[in-house]
């Protein structure tokens, strides 16, 4: 909250005194009518002059006009400065969920950066807007008005001052209870989003396993605790409506009665005791507006804490403060991982004393079983994580030496379950960078993509939202399109040919041969035909390398190596 402040509405402090003092004189205007009512009534009327009342009715209509136009001017310029302000603050969070490092969007969970972005800023922006119209309003009506209730009559004002206590007590109580359970909600919430997104993106496996009623089941416990939350929460805040209530009208019965006996006795009028009613309804709805506010401050500032968790988080620009450049001493290659061990959590480890080198324009498969370490070699390579110890470098600078745009600049990609985006092919090629629409059509010419494509309608053609009108490997086709388009220095495809048929997988690794001998090449894959014609394989098991060499050499000398041969190609190791 204090960030939201102290930064976001720093620019906007002389606007919001602007508003604040129109908003003051429009509610000054407000408090004057039920005192002008009750001069009029005890003084005016009864001397019975029709040119004053007259000029007193005109004055309650400017004050009432006056009161409305300045209160709508105001609320535009809340309404604007709520605005604005938010805008900046989504944009400074939607730039920080981009350089946010894997570690910790790992840790906040991606569906609650998404509802950070939204719910969350929703209910700041609620917030400043409410602050500046009813913040203002509702502590001036309620100041304002207990002084006026003064001036009209001490004695009765006294009763309505001894309530206040009891409602104060009220607020501050149910406020201390909400906030927590506001909390509480938008981590439900968080679930919830995190369940609805995995279900809608799974729909086709859910309906092909038959798995309805039971992500059912799952979709009514989250929504049942979401509710319960809500509710357990709006509960909390319901109490202090009716509660107030009942003091005010308590507080209210004893004027009245009290009012009754001082008129009886001529210690004070009727105008005067109309007027006090007047101010009264006016306390009572300040507080109630007051006791709202309580509960979208609770809101908002359990949200602005969340925001703040993202906005404090490590970013990816820390990494660059990594040890600098360093020499080395034994003899170098292009590409090289050195003794290079890391866990994602810090308990198991996923990656153990990795080693190898690649010269530039040399080639590298990857291969083991699943989950043990494939990609997150890569992930290291680019940086997504920093190993825990050992280093890689590149033209024999340590990466971490490096700024992450150099470094990610020389990389082509395709990652598993890499995302198409609703846009063009060519749009999806291109991916924003510099490359002409010649490139891109050589980039899927290379991919082997340009049949399907003009099946499509040429490159021009939208594709829809995640490729839902793309086969799973015209899919791959575009994604390696995409990597190949910039013609990178090092070239990543982790597991991106397991769509592809055999025929235009090997037509694929041709190409890559012909087109990009001086690119360096790891390529992640589950068939030993994808990799076993590389310079070099990598044989990995439970994060540990069991198996380094030719394809010759591995089935000599591994026999994780030899395993993984015999189950795909038979005991002779040939297709
Ligand atoms: N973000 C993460 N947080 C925690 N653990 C992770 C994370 N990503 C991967 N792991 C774990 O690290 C290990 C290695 O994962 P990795 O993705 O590198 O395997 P892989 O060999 O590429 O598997 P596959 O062939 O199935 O893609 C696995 O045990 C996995 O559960």
Not at 76 to 94: Q, Y
Not at 352 to 372: H, N, P, V, W, Y
Not at 401 to 429: C, H, P, W, Y
Not at 463 to 489: V, Y
Request: aromatic content about 8%; charged content about 25%.
């Amino acid at each position: 909250m204090k960030r939201i402040i102290t930064y976001y509405l720093k620019p906007y402090y002389l606007r919001m005194t602007v508003g604040f003092f129109i908003k003051f004189s429009g509610t000054l205007m407000d408090l004057f009518l039920p005192w002008t009512l009750a001069r009029m009534i005890d003084m005016v009327i009864p001397a019975g002059k029709k040119e004053e009342i007259f000029l007193w009715g005109i004055f309650m209509l400017v004050c009432s006009v006056l009161a409305v136009t300045l209160s709508i001017i105001a609320n535009r310029m809340a309404s604007r400065v709520a605005s604005d302000s938010i805008f900046t603050i989504r944009e400074d969070l939607f730039r920080k969920v981009m350089i946010l490092s894997n570690r910790q969007a790992d840790e906040i969970t991606r569906p609650s950066l998404i509802s950070r972005l939204t719910s969350d800023t929703y209910n700041v922006h609620q917030m400043i807007g409410r602050i500046q119209r009813l913040g203002v309003r509702s502590p001036i009506l309620l100041v304002g008005g207990i002084i006026m209730t003064f001036l009209l009559d001490p004695v009765l004002a006294c009763i309505l001052l001894g309530v206040l206590p009891l409602l104060t007590a009220v607020v501050i109580g149910v406020s201390g209870k909400s906030i927590p359970q506001f909390t509480q909600l938008q981590e439900k919430v968080d679930g919830f989003v995190r369940l609805i997104r995995e279900d809608i993106a799974g729909i086709r496996v859910i309906k092909a396993l038959s798995k309805e009623d039971f992500e059912r089941e799952r979709f009514d416990q989250h929504n049942r605790e979401v509710v319960d939350w809500e509710k357990r929460a709006t509960v909390t805040t319901a109490i202090i409506n009716p509660v107030m209530n009942l003091f005010l009208n308590m507080g209210l019965v004893c004027v009245i009665i009290a009012g009754a006996y001082r008129v009886n006795e001529g210690l004070s009028k009727v105008g005067t005791i109309l007027a006090f009613m007047t101010y009264f309804t006016i306390i009572l709805n300040a507080l109630m507006s007051i006791s709202r506010m309580f509960v979208i401050v609770s809101k908002a500032a359990a949200s602005a804490e969340r925001i703040d968790r993202v906005l404090k988080g490590e970013d990816e620009s820390s990494f660059q403060l990594a040890p600098a450049l360093k020499e080395k001493e034994k003899e170098t290659s292009f590409l090289e991982f050195d003794h290079v061990s890391f866990s994602y959590d810090g308990s198991g480890n996923h990656l153990r004393d990795i080693s190898f080198r690649m010269e530039k324009g040399e080639t590298l498969g990857i291969i083991g079983a699943t989950g043990s370490g494939k990609s997150t070699v890569v992930n290291l390579l680019m940086r997504y994580y920093d190993p825990d110890e050992g280093t890689i470098r590149i033209n024999e600078q340590d990466i971490r030496a490096m700024s992450l745009k150099d470094l990610r600049s020389r990389f082509g990609t395709v990652f598993q379950n890499d995302v198409i985006f609703e846009e063009s092919i060519l749009e999806n090629i291109r991916m924003g960078r510099n490359i002409s629409e010649k490139e891109a059509v050589d980039a899927a010419g290379y991919a082997r993509a340009l049949d399907f494509i003009g099946e499509k309608g040429g490159i021009s053609e939208s594709l829809n939202i995640r490729g839902a009108n793309l086969s799973g490997g015209q899919k791959q086709r575009i994604l390696i399109a995409r990597a190949l388009a910039a013609h990178p220095e090092i070239l990543v495809l982790d597991d991106s040919s397991s769509a592809l048929d055999y025929k235009t997988d090997s037509q694929l690794r041709r190409e890559l041969k012909e087109n990009f001998s001086h690119t360096t090449c790891i390529l992640i894959a589950q068939r030993v035909g994808s990799v076993m014609n590389l310079d070099q394989i990598l044989v990995l098991d439970e994060g540990a390398v069991i198996g380094q060499g030719t394809h010759e050499e591995l089935m000599k000398t591994c026999e994780g190596y030899r395993e993984i041969v015999t189950s795909q190609m038979g005991v002779g190791g040939n297709v």
